[in-house]
């Protein structure tokens, strides 16, 4: 069977769960089942096809597996959003749909990723911009100051200014690599390489960080961190430049422990949720308790206790933050375990992208973007189950938010232009 087939194949099975989840909390809401009903799967479906179409015009050698794994994922979170908050859904349908044609253009006009390393210094400039704007105009939510409004739209500027900013990285790491694996110094006993190669790259990353700070998006912050030491060490093969990350990770976690109020406060909540389970503790607590009614299949979709009669849910912010906890109670350990083999199946094939690159800049590109989906996924997930402190972002195509899905639509398209490159 053919790539462009394969990939239709495995779209079919994704959009007949969606039809019957969408049937399922629809008869839930409606008491009968309609026509109306289906029709939600019926559009998804066409939605589909023709990004898989756009898809076999502009990209006929690109990986057959990863638009299937993004339809199932936006798809579910769609269906779980309907059964939140039917207005939030049709929000997010929207966004979705800004998204395929966000998609579908990436593939239309970057035929040639060589454009995207020439002007590294105009795209690395652009994300600062982004965070800047956020840093000056933003308004705080939660603690952090993330959102940009214009007008009737509220969006993340942060969601679009990591993808640039990884793609400075990627670039100015090509033109450097050999030079960082020469040492011209000690300091301290550890070699280190000429400070001029560093200089550019250390710059953008810090104000990056230092923006990153000043919003008090601390969950960003570490996917920038992550990303930066996971394209250090492919692009050199040293194992120091990783070390000394995590050195510079954890003085810096002590730092930020003390200077911000919220992040003691999420640490605090994360080692002991019970001493406070109705105030400050009290989302993680739910989130705990969801999981666990939902035992090992679940309440079934639509016959969870997330809302109340007043049609607000019982964990705040459970359409971003903590649709995980959803998701594990109405579908259970085999639903949660589900989405989880999802990620890892879209990160395996984002490192198979990498590792079949044929130039250095595709496999440091692809490594990078696929570090900050992975650090994503796993850091809202962990934090939903109190593995790791609570950091506030969304879950890739499935949480709720616009910028958020449109940006890893974006994502989408660079690894499927980057894979058909490397066929």
Do not use: C
Request: charged share 15%; net charge positive; aromatic share 12%.
């Amino acid at each position: 069977m053919s790539l462009r087939n394969r990939e239709l194949v495995f779209l079919i099975p994704a959009l007949i769960l969606t039809t019957l989840g969408f049937a399922l909390v629809y008869t839930q809401k409606a008491s009968s089942l309609t026509w109306t009903s289906l029709t939600y799967g019926a559009l998804f479906l066409v939605l589909f096809v023709i990004a898989h179409l756009g898809r076999r015009v502009l990209a006929p050698k690109a990986d057959p597996y990863l638009l299937p794994v993004t339809a199932l994922l936006s798809t579910l979170g769609l269906v779980v959003l309907y059964r939140l908050n039917e207005d939030l859904a049709l929000k997010q349908a929207m966004w979705l749909v800004v998204g395929l044609v966000a998609f579908l253009l990436v593939l239309a006009f970057v035929r040639d990723l060589e454009v995207l390393r020439r002007y590294r210094y105009v795209i690395g400039i652009a994300g600062l911009l982004l965070l800047l704007v956020t840093a000056v105009i933003g308004r705080e939510i939660n603690g952090a100051r993330l959102w940009v409004d214009l007008g009737p739209i509220n969006f993340q500027p942060a969601e679009f200014g990591k993808i640039l900013l990884v793609i400075f990285f990627a670039a100015y790491l090509v033109d450097i690599r050999e030079a960082l694996t020469v040492s011209t110094r000690r300091v301290l006993g550890v070699p280190l390489p000429p400070f001029r190669y560093l200089a550019p790259l250390l710059t953008i990353w810090a104000l990056s960080m230092a923006l990153m700070i000043f919003m008090k998006d601390l969950g960003t912050s570490l996917l920038f961190f992550g990303a930066l030491l996971a394209l250090l060490y492919v692009a050199t093969g040293r194992f120091f430049y990783v070390l000394v990350g995590l050195v510079l990770f954890f003085a810096g976690a002590t730092l930020l422990y003390f200077v911000f109020p919220h992040v003691q406060t999420r640490v605090d909540i994360w080692l002991d949720p019970w001493q406070d389970a109705s105030g400050r503790g009290y989302q993680i607590v739910q989130s705990l308790f969801a999981l666990a009614a939902g035992g090992l299949f679940g309440r079934g979709l639509g016959e969870g206790y997330l809302t109340l009669q007043s049609g607000n849910t019982i964990i705040p912010n459970l359409e971003t933050d903590f649709i995980f906890s959803a998701i594990g109670e109405e579908l259970g350990l085999v639903g949660a375990v589900g989405i989880i083999l999802l990620y890892l199946i879209f990160t395996y094939r984002g490192f198979r992208v990498a590792v079949r690159a044929r130039d250095d800049f595709s496999r440091l590109l692809a490594t990078g973007l696929i570090s900050i989906f992975a650090l994503q996924a796993f850091l809202i997930m962990g934090g939903v189950i109190k593995l790791i402190p609570l950091t506030g972002i969304t879950l890739p195509f499935v949480s709720y938010g616009g910028s958020s899905i449109v940006a890893n639509f974006v994502l989408l398209a660079l690894f499927l232009r980057m894979s058909d490159r490397a066929a």
